[in-house]
């Protein structure tokens, strides 16, 4: 009976573990992955301060993934390294406006995302 029920709290554990990567986009590296480079460049006249980046089968587009108190000024940009494949990315401003586009980083490659 002791065993059902530890085996029961890491199956409880696991499934929560797995939801959580849906709501919040998943990781950006994947444990044994090739990685390459998503550049949000900021073409606005404004500053940028919330980049949305997820994996294209993430059921969210997760949260912010700049670091906290950080915003990308106008003519500036900010890089993220991913595990190559496919990502859907939003960024803007809080309160302003957005924009969403979808992408595929290559392995070693990169991808220059310009918010208008």
Known sequence: MQKAKIL???????????CAGM?????LIREGEPTGVI???????????VVLISACNAST?????????????PGRSYRFTVSAGCWDVGA???????????????????VRYTVR
Do not use: H
């Not at 029961?8 to 797995?18: H, P, V």
């Not at 957005?98 to 070693?108: L, N």
């Open 8 to 18: 029961a709290a890491l199956l409880c554990a696991a499934l929560l573990m797995a």
């Open 61 to 73: 587009y997760g949260l912010n993934r700049l670091p906290g108190g950080t915003a990308i000024p």
């Open 39 to 49: 550049e949000v460049i900021n073409g606005s006249q404004r500053s940028v301060d």
């Open 92 to 110: 803007g401003v809080v309160g302003y406006g957005d924009a969403f586009q979808r992408m595929e980083v290559k392995p070693g490659g990169g």
């Open 23 to 27: 709501i919040t986009g998943g990781p």
